[in-house]
């Protein structure tokens, strides 16, 4: 798989690379992909979720092993082990620090 920034100046070529680190930036120091761990590891955690979720214009992956759905999929999101901790990638360029103070009621700590 191969990955590309708005900028087109940062390539990552496999999923390993793309999902070990924690935050990318660019150039100039901007976040363009944030990844945080999450639990849904209720019914409600997960309607919650999805409707926090969805007042973003932002794109956000979630990742369990060697799944990635979208996170704002209701159905998508219940196919996965909830009993497991799933990494939230968030990526905005401009709000990412917000998105991450809105959905801290998910993020394990």
């Given amino acids: 798989m191969i990955?590309?920034?708005e900028n087109k100046k940062i390539v990552f070529t496999s999923l390993?690379?793309?999902f070990y680190y924690r935050s990318f930036e660019n150039e100039e120091g901007k976040v363009i992909m944030k990844t945080v761990k999450i639990s849904l590891n209720t019914i409600d955690k997960v309607?919650?979720?999805v409707n926090d979720v969805t007042k973003f214009n932002s794109d956000f992956d979630l990742v369990s092993g060697r799944y990635v759905i979208d996170a704002?999929?209701?159905m998508g999101i219940f196919s996965l082990d909830l009993s497991k901790e799933i990494d939230l990638n968030i990526h905005d360029d401009d709000a990412a620090e917000e998105i991450v103070s809105a959905l801290d009621a998910y993020i394990v700590k």
């Fill in 3 to 5: 990955w590309y920034s």
């Fill in 72 to 74: 704002k999929s209701i």
């Fill in 47 to 49: 309607k919650a979720f």
């Fill in 16 to 18: 390993l690379k793309l």
